[in-house]
């Protein structure tokens, strides 16, 4: 049918629009080129969308709780392929912008492992209750690439994971799983509970060569399966971290080996436990960290500040890191009140005795500490030159800071308090102490008082003067 002139003159209007808008959209494209971030090469525009995807460096504040969040994996996908098509077009060549997979959205997650192709991946999956096709979606992945898989995180609480874990045994007859982190427990409000699976052994024996993180929280491997098998060794090792009964840490690490340098992290709660049994391991693995030239000198015990609900016993080669750099951690979980619990000072002591102490340089007390800690600190530290004590306890002044014999730590340069409450008791208490060593000719050389938030504490400018005349360094007040 032959269109009529109404027709023909629109269809020539239109293609004329058309026309104009290609031109437009070439214009534009070239007005594009000219800003800054056009300039870049695709090299760096790469490494930023690297970042983008890997990491939380696109933060935002949670309001709630006032703390970082990285966006969703949807969000941050959005961020660089739906801003101009050059951006799509670099980001969709590079298959590793692709190997971190969350499941938090299964389409786009099927889609990612997809444009990975063969590059190793990063698998997190978290079960969400009431999402089953979050589940399939991680059973599917598991299946397609379990020939590829550098990293594997799962965090579930029900049954349908543990055939997950199974069908990743394949993982390790090609000794690419790097790293394996298995969390299994739910915070029930006063506390996280602890489900106690036992995992297969060959997870383990299967990826042990090339096995560099390894993680497993309310999860271990059967004694009896470690026990029908000698030491297995993991020599490429870099990080444990363990949350199980002190016996189960006990038990798993009396049967690998890793290198001396590896951080070791270990999570417990404080019920009726033997943590004694620890004692055969921290004793093997401080020797082995001394042979190899890296002794234990850092000593730190302290609180949780974030929920003080627990307190830890740190062990580093460094003094003072905030994190166990190539180090040994015990955190140890408050239970619920109607539990039978271990108290902090029989852990504190049947811990410290497997500890190289005389190496030890530098000691921070962050806790309240009980006088029988304090005795077994003082007799045993004797190479110690820096003490940080911090908190209530010293405020209070109680007998067991400082320690009953003055002339102990003989080698102490440096004594640090924090967050003390200077009152005329620990005021009296101090001066006795620092002019008790300067008569008996071990000085401090440096003194470091920070008084607490309570102003009725606060040291005065006439007693910090005197006891200059006990410190042959410099005193440093602050008062926050």
């Not at 990826?207 to 470690?226: E, I, T, V």
């Not at 016996?247 to 004694?276: K, M, N, W």
Request: glycine share 6%; hydrophobic share 40%.
């Amino acid at each position: 049918m032959n269109a009529t002139p109404l027709e023909r003159k629109r269809g020539e209007i239109d293609a004329k629009i058309q026309e104009h808008e290609q031109a437009l959209l070439s214009l534009k494209a070239q007005r594009n080129q000219l800003a800054p971030i056009s300039r870049l090469s695709p090299d760096v525009l790469l490494y930023v969308f690297q970042h983008v995807q890997h990491s939380s460096v696109f933060s935002h504040v949670r309001p709630s709780r006032g703390r970082a969040r990285s966006p969703s994996q949807l969000s941050r996908t959005k961020a660089i392929t739906h801003i101009c098509s050059t951006w799509r077009t670099l980001a969709l060549g590079d298959p590793s912008l692709w190997t971190t997979l969350e499941f938090e959205c299964p389409p786009l997650t099927i889609e990612m492992s997809r444009r990975s192709r063969s590059t190793p991946l990063s698998i997190y999956y978290r079960e969400i209750e009431g999402a089953p096709n979050t589940s399939a979606t991680f059973l599917r992945v598991l299946d397609d690439h379990l020939d590829h898989i550098k990293f594997l995180s799962v965090s579930a609480y029900s049954k349908i994971w543990r055939a997950s874990l199974t069908r990743s045994l394949v993982l390790g007859s090609q000794n690419h799983l790097e790293g394996f982190w298995c969390e299994n427990r739910s915070n029930m409000g006063y506390g996280y509970v602890l489900k106690d699976v036992e995992l297969p052994l060959e997870l383990l024996l299967n990826s042990a060569y090339a096995l560099r993180n390894l993680g497993l929280l309310g999860c271990n491997f059967p004694k009896s399966s470690l026990s029908a098998h000698s030491m297995i060794s993991l020599p490429h090792l870099s990080r444990i971290h363990l949350l199980s009964p002190p016996q189960s840490c006990a038990d798993f690490l009396g049967h690998i080996t890793f290198p001396p340098s590896c951080t070791v992290l270990l999570e417990a709660y404080d019920r009726i436990g033997d943590f004694s049994s620890l004692g055969s391991f921290i004793r093997r693995f401080s020797e082995a960290r001394s042979a190899s030239g890296f002794p234990f000198t850092s000593l730190i015990i302290g609180r949780n500040l974030e929920d003080l609900m627990g307190f830890f016993i740190r062990l580093q080669s460094t003094s003072g890191s905030a994190e166990p750099e190539h180090g040994f951690e015990l955190f140890v979980h408050y239970a619920a009140p109607l539990w039978p619990r271990t108290t902090q000072l029989e852990i504190i002591l049947a811990i410290l005795p497997s500890v190289q102490l005389h190496q030890i340089c530098y000691l921070e007390l962050d806790c309240d500490v009980e006088d029988a800690a304090w005795t077994y600190l003082a007799e045993s530290c004797v190479q110690m030159t820096h003490l940080v004590a911090s908190g209530l306890g010293i405020s209070m002044a109680s007998p067991s800071f400082p320690p009953d014999i003055p002339t102990t730590f003989p080698n102490m340069e440096s004594l640090v308090l924090r967050r003390c409450d200077f009152d005329p008791n620990l005021c009296r208490i101090l001066h006795g102490y620092l002019e008790h060593r300067f008569e008996k000719g071990i000085p401090i050389r440096t003194l470091v008082l920070e008084a607490s938030y309570n102003d009725a504490g606060e040291a005065s400018s006439d007693f910090i003067g005197q006891l200059q005349a006990f410190v042959t360094g410099e005193i440093t007040y602050c008062s926050l």
